[in-house]
């Protein structure tokens, strides 16, 4: 049987008459089964909420939430088959690691289907998927941080749900662990085959362990679709300054063939670059460019190749970040400034003040009408 989840046109509003707030609105979404879905978005969009919606810990003030071909709109969230990892682990304290882990095949429903050797084996099972094999008998308070994240994890997996809901579960980790556990996440995900919907602020580890992204803001859900989608086909200038580093500069269109456009910046530079949303002739538009696309040169030490885009600018600031530089640069005529990555191994060293000319291949460009 699928496990797929359905949301259709859902809002969730909290107040009431002209105070009410849509914390949730009209939101669409579909989760195939087996899909590792992450809702990504800045404090305050919403993702958190329709997790709940999901759960059944909320009820949605309109539309409807579907699971496994029936709507769950109103049904408890005993029912639906889902269990919960929260960012605080909720753990019993009192209990040590074999007792969390076993307390949702010893309630009152469970019970009757699991005996005490069953119980024994099957969370020895999820101890040793989770790599906590060796301390079934240490309490919560003897576990770190990256442990105790462990222990909530296997005491959701155990009772063997379709899906598993993850609200922020790493955001009290330092960033060495945080590491750590997206990869054991994704290896336990892919060893399962069970769906996953995720809740995180964070775009990296978003981009690198989900099938699918709903980036979300205001409550409403602007892009759907898979980590290199969004990261390099944004549809709004909202996603592509959430995601990654993404520079824009203002742009108006000349013409346009469905395939091509003909823009001129405000530096008067006139070119074609891919039309890759619809425009019209006249109409104000941002040229996004990836930080990682663009590339530095000393200013007039050669000439850029046919139909590339240039633009002059002044190097601002300049930061070493291991792996690359990061580049600030103020452009000239342009206005605004831009981000530049170049790899720490091929950087030519540019000081704060140089004039630079930057390069930028139209293919690597994508034009944003929203």
């Not at 040793?128 to 990256?146: F, I, K, N, W």
Request: proline share 4%; hydrophobic share 40%; aromatic share 6%.
């Amino acid at each position: 049987m699928s496990s797929g989840i359905e949301l259709r046109d859902v809002v969730k509003s909290f107040g009431q008459g002209g105070d009410a707030v849509a914390a949730v609105n009209s939101v669409n979404l579909d989760v195939e089964h087996g899909q590792f879905l992450t809702l990504l978005g800045a404090s305050g969009c919403g993702k958190t909420t329709t997790l709940r919606l999901i759960a059944g810990f909320e009820s949605p003030t309109s539309g409807e939430i579907r699971f496994q071909g029936r709507n769950v709109t109103d049904v408890p969230v005993t029912h639906r088959d889902m269990r919960m990892v929260f960012q605080d682990y909720a753990l019993f304290p009192n209990m040590n690691v074999f007792d969390n882990v076993a307390f949702g095949l010893r309630v009152s429903r469970a019970r009757r289907r699991y005996s005490s050797t069953e119980v024994s084996r099957r969370v020895r099972e999820y101890l040793d998927l989770v790599q906590l094999s060796e301390q079934p008998t240490r309490m919560p308070h003897q576990l770190s941080g990256g442990q105790r994240q462990r222990v909530a994890l296997a005491r959701a997996l155990i009772t063997d749900p379709s899906v598993v809901l993850f609200d922020e579960p790493l955001g009290s980790l330092d960033a060495k662990l945080r590491k750590a556990m997206q990869v054991e996440l994704k290896r336990i995900h892919k060893e399962l085959g069970k769906t996953f919907i995720y809740v995180t602020h964070d775009q990296e580890e978003a981009l690198g362990m989900s099938d699918r992204i709903a980036v979300m803001n205001a409550g409403r859900v602007r892009q759907y679709g898979s980590p290199e989608e969004v990261y390099r086909e944004p549809n709004c200038r909202f996603v592509a300054s959430f995601i990654g580093a993404a520079n824009v500069l203002e742009a108006k269109v000349e013409s346009g063939n469905g395939n091509e456009a003909q823009i001129r910046l405000k530096n008067d530079w006139v070119g074609k670059v891919p039309a890759t949303t619809p425009v019209r002739s006249g109409e104000n538009v941002g040229l996004m460019i990836r930080a990682e696309t663009a590339r530095l040169r000393r200013e007039n030490s050669a000439s850029g190749a046919d139909g590339v885009i240039t633009v002059r600018a002044t190097v601002a600031e300049r930061l070493f970040l291991g792996d690359r530089i990061e580049y600030h640069v103020e452009l000239t005529g342009q206005g605004g400034d831009l981000r530049i990555h170049i790899p720490a191994t091929e950087a030519e060293e540019f000081d704060v003040g140089d004039s630079v000319d930057v390069d930028i291949r139209p293919e690597d460009t994508r034009i944003l009408a929203d």
